[in-house]
């Protein structure tokens, strides 16, 4: 793993996945990931539309749930997953076989961690950041 200053505004040095493994993950791993991600925690898969296009992805993610909320590791930093979400003002989230509405979706940087739910804090200091969602029923 390379590690990266982040973007967020403290002097804390974060982990960032390389950009190849994210064009290799989309290619060939999420792929197979997809069978199974939906029904395994911390995996789930996000629905989203693009923005330009209009056209439904689905993506594999690392996320924790606390109550109403889920926290996306933004493992990457900033994707064209969560630029959609954002855009969209939300989209799906299939974890343990159930899908749920995501609303409200923004990203939460290492330094504004302390207003994630406990448990969940980790992903945004780690990795520099976070989308944070609120969970609906469809």
Excluded: K
């Amino acid at each position: 793993m390379r590690r990266t200053v982040g973007e967020c505004d403290d002097d804390l040095v974060h982990i960032r996945l390389p950009r190849w493994l994210a064009r290799f993950n989309r290619i060939g791993t999420n792929r197979v990931m997809g069978l199974w991600a939906p029904y395994l925690p911390p995996w789930a898969v996000v629905g989203h539309q693009g923005r330009r296009s209009g056209v439904a992805y689905r993506t594999v993610v690392f996320v924790f749930v606390r109550r109403r909320t889920a926290v996306i590791a933004l493992t990457y930093g900033p994707t064209d997953w969560q630029h959609n979400l954002e855009a969209a003002g939300g989209g799906t989230l299939t974890r343990l076989g159930r899908t749920w509405q995501l609303t409200n979706p923004r990203v939460v940087n290492g330094v504004d961690a302390a207003q994630l739910p406990a448990g969940t804090r980790w992903t945004a200091r780690v990795f520099g950041s976070a989308l944070v969602a609120t969970l609906t029923a469809p």
